[in-house]
């Protein structure tokens, strides 16, 4: 690997920090918990994508080659996330009027274009639910005798046949995950479907012929079928939100041990073994005080709502490295704005390294040790506060190389995704979009008045700024940063 400290992360199964060590010399394989494409996704959400981005960055930092997949869930995930309520494909179809496919296709173009705008890496592979049914089918015909009996609603896994169901959770309870809701006749309260059996006449949109009738997969079967077909099992790594840890990832992980031949006679081989992943690792919570993180509610807060509001997509990435993945973060304007005004003082630092041709190696005496905290940083399970301060103190450095502090600049970037040597500053200004005056006619105007305080007519030069607080425009004169104006919302 090129970078010296060994890659330490916690292992949500384990709850312990382990030292990261390929299945595959020299690979990591990865798989992300993608979204269930009935609505849009809020920003708690889009946390998850830019925390397995950063995790895929650091990866590629310490010099693996990464195979990162990424799944949509377009079928199979009920409203309760567990074994009752409609499915969520089915409900959203039925609400809007368009056909499950329709809107699976707008929902998974929406949360795609939110990634670039999060400037997040295409992963090596999309895998969509609904490509895969044939594959669900096969795994549960396989570890059906073993595994699973029937009941008149479909094909259910009895949790029992495995050994340490919830660990992952630390279920406290003899039923285990208690957020389970009962179906009538399941021999556990964990027990959950593998194959939802259509009622009598009823037809769904999506539904499929199976041994268990038509119907369709369980949410649970779908990750554990589409991560061993693309990335084998074991594999590395597994990501998700921490509402995965309470019931989906526990039930992957149970499939997991059936599908490779593992259950509860062979109590040894625990699931810390046989779980698919060798680690497993989950973002804490975004929280909002102002209770819009739900899409429950109706109104929640999305990464289109910031972009309205004239917020630069990279400024929430920036709230988002700046607390560690295991933490709650919590999501205000005035964080935003902090996080926004921090993002322009780096690119403002770094701006005259744009011209500059990187150097093919960082050997110089004051940079070459920044470059090993940053990787220490990142080491300690990605530890990105402590690494965004080194990168801050790199762009400060001064009477240095700049060759080589370009070159250092860009291998810490390529980690952190902020564009900060690319990235135009202008479009960091803070511009509703519904704003009417023109940029241009802004500039013109601040020109004019720069003029006219210049030949000390402070009366025009008052003017002028009245103007444009009528129109919305706040003046920054004497803004630091350079940046001159900025719009206030609803302008």
Not at 235 to 257: K, V, W
Not at 321 to 348: G, P
């Amino acid at each position: 690997m090129t970078q010296a400290t060994p890659l330490r992360l916690f292992n949500s199964l384990t709850r312990a920090m382990q030292p990261f060590e390929s299945v595959h010399p020299g690979e990591a394989r990865v798989y992300s918990c993608g979204p269930t494409v009935y609505n849009y996704q809020h920003i708690g959400n889009m946390r998850a994508y830019v925390f397995a981005d950063t995790l895929g960055r650091t990866l590629r930092f310490k010099g693996y080659l990464l195979r990162h997949v990424i799944n949509i869930t377009d079928v199979g995930h009920l409203t309760s996330d567990a074994d009752a309520g409609d499915d969520k494909m089915e409900k959203a179809a039925a609400s809007q009027g368009k056909s499950a496919w329709d809107i699976a296709a707008f929902y998974t173009a929406e949360f795609k274009r939110d990634l670039k705008w999060l400037n997040v890496s295409d992963p090596a592979q999309w895998t969509v639910a609904t490509d895969y049914v044939p594959q669900m089918i096969e795994a549960a015909k396989a570890i059906a005798d073993t595994h699973c009996y029937e009941l008149p609603s479909g094909l259910y896994f009895d949790v029992s046949t495995v050994a340490d169901y919830g660990r992952l959770a630390r279920a406290a309870t003899e039923e285990g995950e208690g957020r389970i809701e009962q179906v009538e006749g399941k021999r556990h309260g964990a027990d959950f479907a593998i194959w939802r059996r259509t009622p009598p006449g009823e037809t769904r949109q999506m539904e499929w012929d199976s041994p268990w009738g038509r119907g369709a997969p369980g949410w649970h079967l779908e990750c554990s079928v589409m991560s061993r077909a693309e990335l084998g099992l074991p594999f590395d790594i597994h990501t998700g939100g921490i509402d995965h840890r309470e019931i989906h990832h526990p039930n992957e992980i149970a499939q997991n041990q059936a599908i490779q031949g593992f259950d509860a006679h062979h109590g040894h081989l625990d699931c810390a073994q046989n779980s698919g992943a060798r680690i497993w690792m989950h973002n804490n919570f975004l929280i909002d005080r102002g209770g819009k993180m739900s899409k429950s509610s109706g109104e929640f807060l999305r990464l289109q709502l910031l972009v309205d509001r004239g917020y630069h997509p990279l400024a929430y990435r920036l709230l988002c490295l700046q607390a560690h993945y295991r933490s709650e973060l919590e999501f205000s304007w005035d964080n935003l704005a902090a996080a926004l005004t921090r993002l322009k003082r780096m690119l403002m630092a770094v701006g005259p390294l744009r011209g500059v041709d990187a150097a093919d190696a960082v050997t110089h005496p004051r940079l070459a040790p920044l470059l090993a905290r940053f990787d220490e940083a990142l080491s300690d399970d990605l530890n990105t506060p402590a690494a965004l301060i080194v990168v801050e103190e790199a762009i400060a450095m001064k009477k240095v190389p700049a060759e080589e502090k370009r070159a250092l600049i860009e291998r810490m970037d390529a980690v952190f995704g902020l564009d900060l040597l690319t990235l135009d500053r202008t479009a960091l200004r803070l511009r509703p979009t519904a704003a009417t005056i023109a940029e241009a006619d802004i500039d013109a105007a601040l020109a004019q008045r720069k003029e006219a305080r210049a030949a000390k007519d402070f009366a025009t030069s008052d003017s002028i700024r009245d103007s444009l607080i009528a129109s919305g425009v706040e003046v920054m004169d004497g803004d630091p940063l350079g940046w001159e104006w900025k719009l206030e919302h609803g302008t």
